[in-house]
């Protein structure tokens, strides 16, 4: 199987490197940063994984899909901010079999890859992995946690199957889902949680439950979202998704959320596919939500300082 990794960040080295242990498949990590990719051509990905230093060779890199050409898979892990961009300029990978798969966060992927690539080749899920990019061709391996995928219309198809398997035989933890777009939503409560305020305070993701005054605004912006959610219909895998925020912010009590690491590396965040996609929503439903608006207006003030 060949697989193409679109957007070669922490998460996309990550299971790149990966996906590469497993007999039979062909990786190739695509990404405009050329000084990242010329690192993994001569040195391949260098992994740190609780405390030990793992390269892992069997990868290739390139800014140019051609360089791949038609792929069996696309991994799409690009910052939801890039999505339609990177999907129309890795075009080259695309043949009418080929299944984009996205595990990005935010609100909006799939609708942005759909209509570059047609519906019936879309699938999508969740990744509780945590990965942080060290240098070219560097990452640390900061968490491992589930992969779940599915099809758009719910269905066990073998196609979620087989890739299923590959993870797995990757060393992946990974489930199928009838329900993806409850998945991306109980994915998104989360970063509504935990993204915008790290970025605003600098915490990691466990500190946010020490100071009562933050954690009042995580359950409201994660409570805001979860009426955004109920009203549109969407089966929320979690019933408490307040709960399973603050879960995962002990899960990931030592991370740098990746808003964090963007406001830190003075990038663009995901804002406008998290707390904003939650404001955008709202407004469909007629649901207020002030904490989110507030939230996405301090992190878009952040931004331009
Ligand atoms: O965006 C992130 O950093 C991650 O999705 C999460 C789960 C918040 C952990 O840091």
Same mark, same amino acid.
């Given at each position: 199987?060949?697989?193409?990794?679109?957007?070669? +960040?922490?998460?996309?080295?990550?299971?790149?490197?990966?996906?590469?242990?497993?007999? /039979?498949?062909?990786?190739?990590?695509?990404?405009?940063?050329?000084?990242?990719?010329?690192?993994?051509?001569?040195?391949?990905?260098?992994?740190?994984?609780?405390?030990?230093?793992?390269?892992?060779?069997?990868?290739?890199?390139?800014?140019?899909?051609?360089?791949?050409?038609?792929?069996?898979?696309?991994?799409?892990?690009?910052?939801?901010?890039?999505?339609?961009?990177?999907?129309?300029?890795?075009?080259?990978?695309?043949?009418? #079999?080929?299944?984009?798969?996205?595990?990005?966060?935010?609100?909006?992927?799939?609708?942005?890859?759909?209509?570059?690539?047609?519906?019936?080749?879309?699938?999508?899920?969740?990744?509780?992995?945590?990965?942080?990019?060290?240098?070219? /061709?560097?990452?640390?391996?900061? +968490?491992?946690?589930?992969?779940?995928?599915?099809?758009?219309?719910?269905?066990?198809?073998?196609?979620?199957?087989?890739?299923?398997?590959?993870?797995?035989?990757?060393?992946?933890?990974? #489930?199928?889902?009838?329900?993806?777009?409850?998945?991306?939503?109980?994915?998104?409560?989360?970063?509504?949680?935990?993204?915008?305020?790290?970025?605003?305070?600098?915490?990691?993701?466990?500190?946010?439950?020490?100071?009562?005054?933050?954690? #009042?605004?995580?359950?409201?912006?994660?409570?805001? /979202?979860?009426?955004?959610?109920?009203?549109?219909?969407?089966?929320?895998?979690?019933?408490?998704?307040?709960?399973?925020?603050?879960?995962?912010?002990?899960?990931?009590?030592?991370?740098?959320?990746?808003?964090?690491?963007?406001?830190?590396?003075?990038?663009?965040?995901?804002?406008?596919?998290?707390?904003?996609?939650?404001?955008?929503? /709202?407004?469909?439903?007629?649901?207020?939500?002030?904490?989110?608006?507030?939230?996405?207006?301090?992190?878009?003030?952040? #931004?331009?300082?």
């Amino acid at each position: 199987m060949k697989i193409a990794i679109i957007g070669a +960040g922490a998460m996309g080295c990550l299971y790149g490197a990966k996906l590469s242990t497993v007999p /039979g498949i062909e990786i190739y990590l695509l990404d405009v940063w050329k000084e990242h990719v010329d690192a993994i051509n001569a040195n391949g990905i260098l992994m740190e994984e609780q405390g030990d230093f793992i390269t892992y060779r069997n990868v290739k890199a390139s800014t140019v899909a051609e360089d791949a050409g038609t792929c069996d898979l696309a991994v799409i892990f690009v910052k939801s901010t890039l999505t339609s961009s990177a999907v129309q300029s890795n075009k080259a990978v695309f043949g009418p #079999e080929t299944i984009a798969l996205t595990l990005q966060n935010g609100l909006g992927n799939i609708e942005l890859i759909k209509e570059v690539v047609g519906e019936s080749n879309v699938i999508a899920g969740t990744t509780a992995h945590g990965a942080t990019m060290l240098g070219p /061709g560097r990452i640390r391996h900061a +968490g491992s946690g589930k992969t779940i995928i599915g099809e758009l219309n719910g269905a066990m198809t073998q196609r979620i199957q087989q890739i299923a398997q590959t993870f797995r035989e990757a060393g992946m933890e990974t #489930e199928l889902s009838d329900n993806v777009y409850g998945l991306v939503w109980d994915k998104l409560l989360v970063n509504v949680g935990i993204n915008a305020l790290t970025g605003i305070t600098k915490l990691l993701n466990g500190e946010l439950l020490e100071h009562p005054e933050i954690v #009042e605004l995580l359950e409201d912006a994660v409570s805001e /979202g979860k009426e955004v959610a109920l009203a549109q219909g969407i089966k929320l895998g979690f019933p408490d998704p307040v709960a399973h925020t603050k879960d995962v912010c002990k899960a990931t009590a030592t991370n740098k959320s990746s808003m964090l690491q963007d406001v830190l590396n003075h990038k663009k965040t995901e804002i406008d596919m998290i707390n904003g996609a939650v404001v955008r929503e /709202g407004k469909k439903v007629n649901i207020a939500t002030p904490v989110n608006k507030t939230l996405t207006n301090l992190i878009k003030f952040i #931004e331009k300082q």
